[in-house]
């Protein structure tokens, strides 16, 4: 690699919020009629009827804090659920996906199965959070609340593994090239690539861990709870994994709520050049706030921010500051700025780093790159950003390098915050161009489906990462309704903030009562 990449940020470029709690209200109650049980597919029959051995979860958390978690609830309990490695092989090798439930407190509809995004969120670790924000929520009352993490993610097995903890501290292995400043050669590539096949299993685990395959281990995860349909909570990626089921299983789907939610009719380089731009957005809305205060480090004129905030970052490609037990470099400060940008309540953080860094200093955004990554107080990361490649390895579009140059011209274009300010298109190649399989989810997806019930796709307008628009061209791909949310943020159903949002997303949930044409609420 590029001597300049070797202290590239593990997450710094990640696209989707990782973990975000659930939240519900009281709504009427009803009992929704269930149609005869959907045949199993020919082959799936066994793992249509395994039992699952339920047991206590602490032997499923893969860091301190996900163990922190698991501790606080009480009824939390957590199975292995055996899958085909390859659907068109089910007698073959098997994985299992790890699964976590909080059983109903009361007469329950069915099983809520949620994904808090990603790709490489641990779902595991999402409903943990949600049995906590939803303790005294209808919706734990009327449904079995369930996390899994997908294949390859978390504590299943087996998981992606492409390097060590310790390399993660120093950030040594880049597995991006778009929207960074790190640069491949072809053997870096395709070592890349030998080392997660060496780490996760064989290049046959990382050939089968696209959101296609993932979204299959969710219907047999549906059979094994004994629900004829699926009643599924998605946010960010996990609305990319929810469209995909609806478009395979049609029919089982009881309920789908699809929070956060992505164009599925945009390519790889559109919907990328798109999110990053959102992020600029929310940068200067980030911006326009911290020109409020005095010691506002971006300067007092919003309009200069963008400038003011590249004359600090810029040097740090050549020269990187001091960071924790590690140093802070262009990449590590860009992604913990973007980290800060999903919500606004990270505003203040932002700040405080970006003020770091003219004292010399990267403490503060390095730290929000450890808390994007799941890095816990003893140094164990979860895998989210090995996952997050290998997924999308099977999911994005393949690009050439010279496609991988103009995608990051146009991203620079789009966020000018962040512009390294020196030419990074040679070395721009796809990181996953020796990958053992090609993609397999396709753009357009989801798209002219038949027999969908009503699904529900909420979206908040100033969303950074997954712009407003692009929820509105999701929900007329499934014929969705669509809610509104004004404001700013990325994701809102599951933080039980906002009693608009949540008396609608409960009634949706609950008794399938769709909001009318139009409907918006305000945070």
Not at 113 to 131: H, I
Not at 418 to 424: E, F, Q, R
């Amino acid at each position: 690699m590029h001597p300049r990449s070797s202290a590239r940020a593990r997450v710094g470029v990640a696209t989707t919020a990782l973990l975000v709690p659930l939240a519900g209200c009281v709504a009427p109650e009803s009992e929704p009629s269930a149609p005869p049980t959907s045949p199993t597919p020919s082959g799936l029959e066994a793992f249509h009827d395994q039992e699952l051995a339920w047991e206590e979860c602490d032997e499923y958390a893969t860091t301190s804090t996900e163990s922190s978690v698991y501790a606080l609830s009480d009824g939390l309990e957590c199975a292995r659920l055996e899958v085909p490695l390859d659907y068109d092989e089910p007698g073959g090798r098997t994985i299992h996906v790890a699964v976590l439930r909080l059983p109903a407190s009361g007469d329950a509809v069915g099983s809520l199965v949620t994904n808090p995004g990603g790709p490489g969120g641990s779902g595991l670790f999402g409903a943990a959070f949600a049995a906590l924000t939803l303790k005294d929520s209808p919706l734990t009352e009327r449904f079995d609340l369930v996390g899994l993490d997908p294949r390859g993610v978390g504590a299943s097995t087996p998981a992606i593994d492409c390097y060590s903890d310790e390399e993660a501290d120093r950030g040594a292995v880049p597995l991006t090239a778009q929207g960074t400043t790190a640069q491949f050669t072809e053997e870096d590539t395709r070592r890349l690539v030998e080392r997660c096949a060496e780490g996760s299993g064989g290049l046959d685990v990382l050939a089968h861990v696209g959101t296609r395959d993932a979204a299959r281990d969710i219907d047999v995860l549906r059979a094994v709870l004994g629900d004829d349909e699926l009643t599924f909570l998605g946010q960010s990626y996990g609305t990319r994994l929810g469209a995909v089921y609806a478009e395979q299983f049609p029919q089982n789907v009881r309920a789908m709520l699809l929070d956060g939610a992505g164009d599925p009719t945009q390519g790889t380089v559109e919907r990328r050049v798109s999110a990053y731009a959102g992020f600029q957005a929310a940068f200067d809305r980030m911006a326009a706030r911290c020109a409020e205060r005095e010691d506002c480090p971006l300067g007092p004129d919003p309009d200069r921010a963008t400038e003011v905030f590249q004359d600090l970052v810029q040097p740090l490609y050549v020269d990187p500051v001091p960071a924790l037990d590690a140093e802070l470099g262009f990449d590590e400060a860009i992604g913990g700025v973007i980290t800060g940008l999903y919500t606004e309540d990270a505003w203040p953080r932002i700040i405080a780093g970006i003020a770091e860094i003219e004292d010399g200093r990267g403490d503060e955004l390095l730290q929000m790159n450890h808390d994007f990554g799941g890095r816990d107080p003893e140094g164990r990361w979860t895998n989210f950003a090995e996952a997050n490649y290998a997924i999308n390895c099977l999911d994005e579009d393949r690009l050439t390098p010279e496609e991988g140059g103009r995608l990051r011209t146009a991203i620079h274009e789009a966020a000018p915050f962040m512009d390294p300010g020196v030419d990074v298109t040679g070395g721009a190649r796809d990181t996953c161009e020796h990958w053992p399989a090609e993609p397999n989810l396709g753009f357009p997806y989801a798209q002219d489906i038949e027999g969908l019930p009503d699904t529900l796709v909420v979206s908040i307008t100033g969303d950074p990462t997954t712009p407003h628009a692009g929820a509105q061209v999701l929900a007329d791909s499934l014929g969705s309704a669509l809610l509104t949310v004004e404001g700013e943020g990325h994701g809102i159903v599951n933080l039980g903030t906002n009693p608009c949002v949540d008396e609608i997303a409960a009634e949706y949930l609950i008794n399938l009562q769709v909001p009318a044409e139009g409907a918006t609420c305000s945070l």
